[in-house]
């Protein structure tokens, strides 16, 4: 690990200031579940490491009116067993049960979870200077391609490894966000850039700004929630693809649905047409069929992960079923 | 600006001060700094919790921690669970189950035990299995393993 100088930042005005213009530089450490292998294995090399932990009041969970406000530094265990948390929101509370292992759970954050880092085999070695680490290249096109992308993808083929930012999503979530002028808010919808937009970062904060809240609106009456993910190893693993699904249901029918996809593409994917397409339908083993088959239309596998195809279309039906 | 950091923190109810650099893990710290080698590094990248101890009541991976953040806190490691003469009650089931083989990932296996069975006294076999995800046995499979750790619940539910 390249040395640096650790800094206790005390204010969340100050940060931005710490943190300086110039990405690479410094790094922010919350959890620091990702950003220490990353140190570890010289992707990240900053001068300065910027602690949040040292900011009072950043670690909290408050169920208000207009909805749910979760502090950035709130881990995922106390996300997954806060009773704060209402069942209307319970497709997070299945995501984040999903993440990693205890021991990083308890130390890993929401906002860490969000942001962190892809968890691509060529980007998180040193020995590939692939597109993301300023090469030229992306390995994973001529390479073992078998978790990379097939929606959304290009030049550079990662999948985004959240799973809460998935079911953030499927809750319409903001974040808001600290930069140098000031807060502002920006849904998680318009947060994540696409490799085509922005090859060397996932989402759109500056380099001097961090996510300082989690904001999930409230949901109509009736919705109910789910995440379905598969893992190659069971224990412990990222996505191979995963879904997260809301569903406000009046009877049988649906009156509106949300519906993420996660391990698939370089940013959590919505898909509006299915959303679109599930509103005022009965739900039934066709419409859940067709759904499926829907949100996977525009997938464009690469020579080693076309079975992650049918592998999301069938939990996409399976969730728009169990919901039903 | 590599200075070293001076920590103060309690380890196993005895109060600890080293000088570390920034960039030291806990686990290297603990290890290379203060000489608690009972906590063994496996894959130093938090898949294996062969590292794992109790930083303020919750489970870490030392590995992925850094050892200026114990500043102040307090720390449970291997060392302060049991002794030759007395075993802690885990520690004898692993024992009485033959729940161990090499033994490089047993340290980190009875400390999350002794975290679940702190919050939870009496687990399922599923509560079990689902909290010792994060630690990997590559000898002897698991089974034996969770039947030790149902085993250790019973006996202190007993004592």
Same mark, same amino acid.
């Given at each position: 690990?390249?040395?640096?100088?650790?800094?206790?930042?005390?204010?969340?005005?100050?940060?931005?200031?710490?943190?300086?213009?110039?990405?690479?530089?410094?790094?922010?450490?919350?959890?620091?579940?990702?950003?220490?292998?990353?140190?570890?294995?010289?992707?990240?090399?900053?001068?300065?490491?910027?602690?949040?932990?040292?900011?009072?009041?950043?670690?909290?969970?408050?169920?208000?009116?207009?909805?749910?406000?979760?502090?950035?530094?709130?881990?995922?265990?106390?996300?997954?067993?806060?009773?704060?948390?209402?069942?209307?929101?319970?497709?997070?509370?299945?995501?984040?049960?999903?993440?990693?292992?205890?021991?990083?759970?308890?130390?890993?954050?929401?906002?860490?979870?969000?942001?962190?880092?892809?968890?691509?085999?060529?980007?998180?070695?040193?020995?590939?200077?692939?597109?993301?680490?300023?090469?030229?290249?992306?390995?994973?096109?001529?390479?073992?391609? *078998?978790?990379?992308?097939?929606?959304?993808?290009?030049?550079?083929?990662?999948?985004?490894?959240?799973?809460?930012?998935?079911?953030?999503?499927?809750?319409?979530?903001?974040?808001?966000?600290?930069?140098?002028?000031?807060?502002?808010?920006?849904?998680?919808?318009?947060?994540?850039?696409?490799?085509?937009?922005?090859?060397?970062?996932?989402?759109?904060?500056?380099?001097?700004?961090?996510?300082?809240?989690?904001?999930?609106?409230?949901?109509?009456?009736?919705?109910?929630?789910?995440?379905?993910?598969?893992?190659?190893?069971?224990?412990?693993?990222?996505?191979?693809?995963?879904?997260?699904?809301?569903?406000?249901?009046?009877?049988?029918?649906?009156?509106?649905?949300?519906?993420?996809?996660?391990?698939?593409?370089?940013?959590?994917?919505?898909?509006?047409?299915?959303?679109?397409?599930?509103?005022?339908?009965?739900?039934?083993?066709?419409?859940?069929?067709?759904? @499926?088959?829907? @949100?996977? *239309?525009?997938?464009?596998?690469?020579?080693?992960?076309?079975?992650?195809?049918?592998?999301?279309?069938?939990?996409?039906?399976?969730?728009?079923?169990?919901?039903? | 600006?590599?200075?070293?950091?001076?920590?103060?923190? *309690?380890?196993?109810?005895?109060?600890?001060?080293?000088?570390?650099?920034?960039?030291?893990?806990?686990?290297?710290?603990?290890?290379?700094?203060?000489?608690?080698?009972?906590?063994?590094?496996?894959?130093?990248?938090?898949?294996?919790?062969?590292?794992?101890?109790?930083?303020?009541?919750?489970?870490?991976?030392?590995?992925?921690?850094?050892?200026?953040?114990?500043?102040?806190?307090?720390?449970?490691?291997?060392?302060?669970?049991?002794?030759?003469?007395?075993?802690?009650?885990?520690?004898?089931?692993?024992?009485?189950?033959?729940?161990?083989?090499?033994?490089?990932?047993?340290?980190?296996?009875?400390?999350?035990?002794?975290?679940?069975?702190?919050?939870?006294?009496?687990?399922?076999?599923?509560?079990?299995?689902?909290?010792?995800?994060?630690?990997?046995?590559?000898?002897?499979?698991?089974?034996?393993?969770? *039947?030790?750790?149902?085993? @250790? @619940?019973?006996?202190?539910?007993?004592?």
């Amino acid at each position: 690990m390249k040395k640096f100088a650790y800094i206790d930042a005390t204010s969340v005005d100050t940060v931005p200031s710490l943190l300086g213009r110039r990405f690479g530089q410094a790094q922010v450490l919350a959890g620091g579940t990702d950003l220490v292998g990353e140190l570890k294995e010289y992707i990240a090399t900053p001068d300065r490491v910027v602690n949040l932990k040292s900011i009072p009041g950043l670690d909290y969970i408050r169920q208000e009116d207009d909805g749910l406000k979760i502090g950035p530094l709130t881990t995922l265990a106390d996300i997954e067993t806060s009773t704060l948390i209402n069942d209307q929101y319970s497709v997070l509370q299945q995501a984040v049960s999903a993440i990693a292992s205890p021991q990083i759970r308890n130390v890993g954050t929401i906002a860490g979870n969000i942001c962190q880092r892809p968890r691509c085999w060529y980007y998180r070695s040193e020995d590939f200077d692939c597109l993301k680490n300023g090469g030229d290249t992306c390995y994973s096109v001529r390479g073992v391609n *078998r978790y990379h992308a097939i929606i959304g993808g290009g030049p550079c083929y990662i999948v985004h490894p959240s799973d809460s930012a998935v079911a953030l999503m499927s809750l319409n979530a903001s974040v808001k966000i600290q930069g140098p002028r000031g807060p502002r808010e920006e849904m998680l919808d318009d947060f994540f850039v696409l490799p085509e937009l922005n090859i060397m970062r996932e989402n759109g904060l500056r380099a001097n700004e961090f996510v300082t809240e989690i904001i999930v609106p409230a949901s109509k009456p009736n919705t109910k929630g789910i995440y379905v993910k598969v893992r190659e190893r069971d224990a412990i693993d990222f996505a191979m693809a995963s879904v997260a699904v809301t569903m406000t249901m009046s009877g049988n029918t649906c009156s509106e649905a949300t519906v993420v996809l996660g391990g698939v593409a370089p940013v959590p994917w919505r898909v509006p047409d299915v959303e679109q397409f599930l509103q005022g339908k009965q739900i039934t083993e066709d419409v859940a069929s067709a759904a @499926a088959e829907m @949100a996977l *239309r525009e997938a464009d596998p690469m020579s080693d992960n076309s079975y992650k195809i049918e592998m999301t279309q069938n939990i996409v039906s399976q969730a728009i079923l169990d919901l039903a | 600006m590599s200075s070293k950091v001076h920590v103060q923190a *309690r380890i196993n109810g005895d109060d600890v001060e080293f000088l570390c650099e920034p960039r030291q893990s806990l686990l290297e710290v603990l290890r290379d700094v203060l000489g608690y080698t009972g906590t063994k590094e496996g894959c130093n990248n938090g898949n294996c919790g062969a590292c794992s101890v109790i930083l303020e009541g919750r489970l870490v991976n030392s590995c992925l921690v850094f050892g200026f953040e114990i500043q102040g806190k307090e720390l449970q490691t291997i060392e302060g669970m049991g002794s030759p003469e007395e075993l802690h009650p885990v520690q004898q089931q692993f024992l009485e189950n033959a729940a161990l083989q090499c033994g490089i990932c047993t340290p980190g296996f009875i400390v999350s035990t002794k975290a679940l069975l702190d919050k939870n006294p009496d687990p399922t076999e599923a509560e079990v299995r689902y909290w010792l995800a994060g630690n990997l046995c590559r000898c002897t499979g698991y089974d034996k393993i969770v *039947r030790a750790v149902l085993d @250790a @619940a019973k006996a202190i539910k007993n004592s």
